[in-house]
């Protein structure tokens, strides 16, 4: 999933890149997936960055994937993202 919405994280992380040319790091979301597939919850775990407005526009965005439902329970899972500038 991560993979499939890369393009529109990293175009948050461009945007943010324009204001400050130095902005780069790793941040860690946990995220809690429900059953159907949508995001309960996200949360930024660490962050490298220090830039808030980066990093509740990028949860903002990440709350909108949807992983499809499966017969599971909810699961919570961790994930980094490298941001270096191109």
């Given at each position: 999933?991560?993979?499939?919405?890369?393009?529109?994280?990293?175009?948050?992380?461009n945007r943010?890149?324009?204001?400050?040319?130095?902005?780069?790091?790793?941040?860690?979301?946990?995220?809690?997936?429900?059953?159907?597939?949508?995001?309960?919850?996200?949360?930024?775990?660490?962050?490298?960055?220090?830039?808030?407005?980066?990093?509740?526009?990028?949860?903002?965005?990440?709350?909108?994937?949807?992983?499809?439902?499966?017969?599971?329970?909810?699961?919570?899972?961790?994930?980094?993202?490298?941001?270096?500038?191109?």
């Open positions: 999933m991560f993979e499939r919405n890369k393009g529109a994280i990293y175009a948050i992380y943010a890149l324009r204001e400050d040319p130095a902005l780069q790091g790793k941040v860690v979301v946990e995220l809690k997936i429900a059953p159907s597939g949508g995001v309960v919850d996200c949360r930024v775990v660490s962050s490298e960055l220090h830039a808030s407005e980066l990093e509740s526009k990028l949860l903002a965005r990440i709350r909108q994937f949807d992983f499809g439902a499966k017969d599971v329970d909810t699961m919570v899972v961790t994930w980094p993202v490298d941001f270096l500038p191109s």
